[in-house]
Protein backbone atom coordinates (compact mmCIF):
# COMPACT_ATOMS: atom_id res chain seq x y z
CA UNK A 1 0.00 0.00 0.00
CA UNK A 2 1.08 3.71 -1.07
CA UNK A 3 1.18 5.81 2.01
CA UNK A 4 2.33 9.16 0.65
CA UNK A 5 0.21 11.86 0.49
CA UNK A 6 -1.53 13.19 -2.15
CA UNK A 7 0.36 16.80 -3.06
CA UNK A 8 3.59 14.18 -2.86
CA UNK A 9 2.48 11.75 -5.34
CA UNK A 10 1.17 14.59 -7.79
CA UNK A 11 4.97 16.03 -7.04
CA UNK A 12 6.27 12.50 -8.14
CA UNK A 13 4.63 12.23 -11.01
CA UNK A 14 5.91 15.78 -12.12
CA UNK A 15 9.36 14.87 -11.17
CA UNK A 16 8.93 11.61 -13.48
CA UNK A 17 7.64 13.56 -16.12
CA UNK A 18 10.36 16.28 -15.81
CA UNK A 19 13.22 13.90 -15.67
CA UNK A 20 12.23 11.17 -18.02
CA UNK A 21 14.41 11.97 -20.85
CA UNK A 22 17.49 11.39 -18.46
CA UNK A 23 15.45 8.25 -16.77
CA UNK A 24 17.12 4.46 -17.28
CA UNK A 25 14.73 1.24 -16.02
CA UNK A 26 17.37 -0.72 -13.45
CA UNK A 27 15.53 -3.28 -14.02
CA UNK A 28 13.09 -4.31 -16.74
CA UNK A 29 9.67 -4.78 -15.22
CA UNK A 30 8.32 -2.66 -12.27
CA UNK A 31 9.81 0.42 -13.81
CA UNK A 32 7.91 4.15 -12.68
CA UNK A 33 6.63 6.38 -15.01
CA UNK A 34 4.65 9.90 -14.52
CA UNK A 35 1.18 7.59 -15.67
CA UNK A 36 2.18 4.27 -13.81
CA UNK A 37 0.05 3.39 -10.98
CA UNK A 38 3.03 4.02 -8.01
CA UNK A 39 1.41 1.85 -5.31
CA UNK A 40 1.63 -0.66 -7.66
CA UNK A 41 5.24 0.09 -9.18
CA UNK A 42 6.60 0.07 -5.59
CA UNK A 43 5.03 -3.21 -4.75
CA UNK A 44 6.25 -4.94 -7.74
CA UNK A 45 9.84 -3.49 -6.75
CA UNK A 46 9.62 -4.10 -2.94
CA UNK A 47 7.31 -7.58 -2.76
CA UNK A 48 8.15 -7.82 1.42
CA UNK A 49 5.80 -5.61 3.54
CA UNK A 50 8.77 -4.69 5.26
CA UNK A 51 10.56 -3.63 2.10
CA UNK A 52 7.52 -1.76 1.00
CA UNK A 53 7.42 0.14 3.99
CA UNK A 54 10.58 1.11 4.38
CA UNK A 55 10.92 2.39 0.85
CA UNK A 56 7.62 4.27 0.85
CA UNK A 57 8.71 6.06 4.15
CA UNK A 58 12.41 6.81 2.34
CA UNK A 59 10.62 7.76 -0.64
CA UNK A 60 8.47 9.99 1.52
CA UNK A 61 11.06 11.71 3.17
CA UNK A 62 13.22 12.07 0.14
CA UNK A 63 10.45 13.86 -1.46
CA UNK A 64 10.17 16.15 1.36
CA UNK A 65 13.76 16.87 1.45
CA UNK A 66 13.73 17.19 -2.80
CA UNK A 67 11.02 20.27 -2.06
CA UNK A 68 13.43 22.12 0.17
CA UNK A 69 15.94 23.01 -2.49
CA UNK A 70 16.63 26.83 -1.89
CA UNK A 71 18.25 24.77 1.58
CA UNK A 72 20.53 22.76 -0.43
CA UNK A 73 23.49 22.93 -2.01
CA UNK A 74 23.45 21.48 -5.86
CA UNK A 75 25.35 18.99 -4.67
CA UNK A 76 22.39 17.74 -2.37
CA UNK A 77 20.03 18.25 -4.45
CA UNK A 78 21.35 16.15 -7.51
CA UNK A 79 21.93 13.21 -4.87
CA UNK A 80 17.84 13.48 -3.05
CA UNK A 81 17.07 13.29 -6.94
CA UNK A 82 19.47 10.40 -7.60
CA UNK A 83 18.06 8.46 -4.50
CA UNK A 84 14.21 8.89 -5.19
CA UNK A 85 14.27 7.32 -8.49
CA UNK A 86 16.66 5.01 -7.48
CA UNK A 87 14.11 3.99 -4.69
CA UNK A 88 11.53 3.60 -7.97
CA UNK A 89 13.69 1.25 -9.74
CA UNK A 90 15.08 4.42 -12.09
CA UNK A 91 18.91 5.30 -12.89
CA UNK A 92 18.83 8.91 -13.38
CA UNK A 93 21.51 10.35 -15.55
CA UNK A 94 22.37 14.49 -14.82
CA UNK A 95 22.37 16.90 -17.67
CA UNK A 96 21.75 19.98 -15.71
CA UNK A 97 18.33 20.14 -16.87
CA UNK A 98 15.32 19.78 -14.67
CA UNK A 99 16.95 22.24 -12.17
CA UNK A 100 13.89 24.49 -11.97
CA UNK A 101 11.90 24.81 -8.92
CA UNK A 102 9.22 22.20 -8.76
CA UNK A 103 6.06 22.84 -6.70
CA UNK A 104 3.64 20.74 -5.16
Do not use: N
Not at 1 to 11: A, D, E, G, R, W
Amino acid sequence: MLHLSISQIYYLRHLLRQYAPMLKPVIAEGVAMAEADLGAVLESLYPEAEELATATEQLSRLLLLHQKKDLLSSEQYEAITRQIFWVLGLKYTSSGVGKESVTA
